[in-house]
């Protein structure tokens, strides 16, 4: 049951992670976002990308 509950949190933590690193990057300046070489549209698979791999 413990490691039911731990699974749940951990899962929970990367869902909260993902949102927001893809709030963060929706709402970069778009011209921030281009120098950086990312693309403000594609916000959640970089996000995606960043908390799963």
């Known amino acids: 049951m413990k490691n ?3 699974t ?3 899962n929970a933590a ?3 992670m993902f949102r927001r690193t893809r709030d963060e ?5 778009r ?3 281009l ?8 916000a959640s ?6 908390v799963w791999g």
């Open 45 to 50: 698979l970089i996000a995606r990308t960043a």
């Open 4 to 6: 039911l509950i731990a």
């Open 31 to 33: 011209n921030v976002a």
């Open 25 to 29: 990057i929706a709402a970069m300046p």
């Open 8 to 10: 749940y949190r951990l």
């Open 35 to 42: 120098d950086l070489g990312i693309f403000p549209e594609d």
């Open 14 to 16: 990367k869902r909260a």
